[in-house]
């Protein structure tokens, strides 16, 4: 994938990556024909339960068979139930090994682990997912936003902004053609705080990000980038 664009807003270069280190490594499997006609998870040889299919349906835009689907590769990679964040870093280390995804798994993952406990269950996994696969454009954007707010303090600041940009070169941008400046990411954070800052006070709001993305053709074409994937 190319880095022309991310100034506008990096939000399809992190899913996109996430989704295809998902289909690497099986949890995002093709549906099956011959999913099990059973109405509840397996959920014996895991610590940590699930929620029950009725109650994660009704919180997803997923079937039960594409909950099954996703739980049994889910399932594969972590037996235990649970990902904890040493082992979201090294499936990214896997999948990128020429680059150093260290810092992008971790804001990756404190973006999955909603409850902040330092684990992302099944359910943070499939809620986080069916936003970026199925949800409105407003709710992508707001999962984006808490993305880049890497404080939560309601606000992106040029440093928060810049730290995920780095994240990203890190892992994949060096390796590129032709090969990016060092200071690309900089000029990509400028960039970004001249198209969204637009009170100019050094801050990007809720807002103020939405009202821009809604408005910028190439940002909503990029939405259209998590559809049928699964």
Same mark, same amino acid.
């Given at each position: 994938?190319?880095?022309?664009?991310?100034?506008?807003?990096?939000?399809? &270069?992190?899913? /996109? #990556?996430?989704?295809? &280190? /998902?289909?690497?490594?099986?949890? #995002?499997?093709?549906?099956? =024909?011959?999913?099990?006609?059973?109405?509840e998870l397996e959920l014996s040889t895991v610590r940590h339960q699930p929620e029950g299919l009725d109650q994660l349906q009704a919180q997803t835009k997923f079937t039960k068979k594409e909950l099954q689907s996703l739980?049994?590769?889910?399932?594969?990679?972590?037996?235990?139930?649970?990902?904890? @964040?040493?082992?979201?870093? #090294?499936?990214?280390?896997?999948?990128?090994?020429?680059?150093?995804?260290?810092?992008?798994a971790h804001f990756l993952f404190n973006a999955f682990d909603a409850d902040g406990n330092g684990a992302i269950r099944f359910e943070d996994f499939v809620v986080g997912l069916s936003i970026l696969l199925r949800g409105?454009?407003? @709710?992508? #954007?707001?999962?984006?936003?808490? %993305?880049?707010?890497?404080?939560?303090?309601?606000?992106?600041?040029?440093?928060?902004? %810049?730290? +995920?940009?780095?994240? +990203?070169?890190?892992?994949?941008?060096?390796?590129?053609?032709?090969? /990016?400046? @060092?200071?690309?990411?900089?000029?990509?954070? @400028?960039?970004?705080?001249?198209?969204?800052?637009?009170?100019?006070?050094?801050? &990007? *709001?809720?807002?103020?990000?939405?009202? *821009?993305?809604?408005?910028?053709?190439?940002? =909503?074409?990029?939405?259209? /980038?998590?559809?049928?994937? +699964?």
């Amino acid at each position: 994938m190319g880095i022309q664009g991310m100034e506008l807003c990096a939000m399809a &270069v992190v899913v /996109l #990556l996430f989704i295809a &280190v /998902l289909k690497q490594f099986g949890i #995002l499997e093709p549906m099956s =024909m011959e999913d099990s006609s059973d109405s509840e998870l397996e959920l014996s040889t895991v610590r940590h339960q699930p929620e029950g299919l009725d109650q994660l349906q009704a919180q997803t835009k997923f079937t039960k068979k594409e909950l099954q689907s996703l739980y049994r590769g889910f399932k594969n990679e972590c037996p235990t139930g649970l990902v904890d @964040e040493d082992t979201f870093k #090294l499936i990214y280390s896997q999948f990128f090994p020429q680059g150093d995804a260290t810092t992008y798994a971790h804001f990756l993952f404190n973006a999955f682990d909603a409850d902040g406990n330092g684990a992302i269950r099944f359910e943070d996994f499939v809620v986080g997912l069916s936003i970026l696969l199925r949800g409105t454009v407003h @709710e992508k #954007l707001k999962w984006a936003f808490n %993305l880049y707010d890497i404080n939560k303090d309601g606000y992106i600041t040029k440093e928060e902004m %810049l730290a +995920i940009m780095k994240s +990203i070169y890190d892992m994949m941008g060096r390796h590129t053609y032709p090969v /990016l400046r @060092e200071d690309a990411p900089v000029e990509h954070v @400028e960039r970004f705080f001249q198209k969204m800052d637009r009170n100019q006070d050094g801050v &990007v *709001t809720i807002d103020e990000f939405l009202e *821009t993305c809604q408005k910028d053709e190439n940002i =909503m074409s990029s939405m259209q /980038l998590f559809e049928n994937v +699964i």
